[in-house]
């Protein structure tokens, strides 16, 4: 009777022992977690009248927070270009832009594939005219300014590819937006 006392007690104080280790595995790691790192970004192609193309890159690295909210930083960089008349008596009109830009960003899962975004940024811009003035004389203009934009926009995750409609409510001419929503493609990993 003895025997089969101890080999009770021992075959409990082992499920209990196992049961306590099974939940300290179950239990969320404090602090930072490389596990909930989330690399990601959008690439972007535009073309259209006046020999007008351009291109965006835009890598993000984030961090999930919760399973239904991840946030983090980017860096952005777009280039275009276009030709076109402006008045009568100028020739054309050669105008370049490169935009470097760094961005915060916040994706919120309001179902398993479905999220809602806001992304502020701030581009550094750099804007080069170069056009024939009324004397034929190639005439050359640089601007550089700072051009804020926030996106707002809701999606659908396909991991890896990630599809968005955003909007730019800040409006600034300058961005690599414009004034219209827009289709966002990236992917996550």
Same mark, same amino acid.
């Given at each position: 009777?003895?025997?089969?006392?101890?080999?009770? !007690?021992?075959?409990?104080?082992?499920?209990?022992?196992?049961?306590?280790?099974?939940?300290? !595995?179950?239990?969320?790691?404090?602090?930072?977690?490389?596990?909930?790192?989330?690399?990601?970004?959008?690439?972007?192609?535009?073309?259209?009248?006046?020999?007008?193309?351009?291109?965006?890159?835009?890598?993000?690295?984030?961090?999930?927070?919760?399973?239904?909210?991840?946030?983090?930083?980017?860096?952005?960089?777009?280039?275009?270009?276009?030709?076109?008349?402006?008045?009568?008596?100028?020739?054309?009109?050669?105008?370049?832009?490169?935009?470097?830009?760094?961005?915060?960003?916040?994706?919120?899962?309001?179902?398993?594939?479905?999220?809602?975004?806001?992304?502020?940024?701030?581009?550094?811009? #750099?804007?080069?005219?170069?056009?024939?003035?009324?004397?034929?004389?190639?005439?050359?203009?640089?601007?550089?300014?700072?051009?804020?934009?926030?996106?707002?926009?809701?999606?659908?995750?396909? #991991?890896?590819?990630?599809?968005?409609?955003?909007?730019?409510?800040?409006?600034?001419?300058?961005?690599?937006?414009?004034?219209?929503?827009?289709?966002?493609?990236?992917?996550?990993?």
């Amino acid at each position: 009777m003895k025997k089969i006392g101890l080999l009770i !007690l021992c075959a409990v104080i082992s499920i209990t022992a196992y049961s306590q280790s099974g939940e300290s !595995l179950n239990q969320q790691v404090k602090g930072f977690d490389p596990s909930k790192l989330v690399y990601g970004g959008q690439i972007g192609f535009g073309f259209g009248s006046n020999d007008y193309w351009s291109i965006y890159l835009s890598p993000q690295l984030g961090y999930r927070f919760t399973n239904n909210f991840i946030a983090g930083a980017g860096i952005s960089y777009a280039y275009a270009t276009e030709k076109y008349h402006w008045l009568s008596y100028l020739s054309e009109i050669k105008e370049k832009q490169h935009q470097f830009g760094i961005n915060l960003y916040a994706d919120y899962y309001f179902s398993r594939r479905f999220f809602v975004t806001v992304k502020p940024e701030l581009f550094y811009q #750099r804007e080069t005219l170069k056009y024939n003035d009324e004397d034929g004389v190639q005439a050359k203009i640089t601007e550089n300014r700072f051009v804020p934009a926030v996106l707002v926009g809701i999606g659908i995750s396909l #991991r890896p590819v990630v599809l968005s409609l955003n909007y730019d409510i800040v409006q600034n001419s300058s961005t690599p937006y414009g004034d219209s929503v827009f289709l966002g493609v990236g992917f996550s990993f």
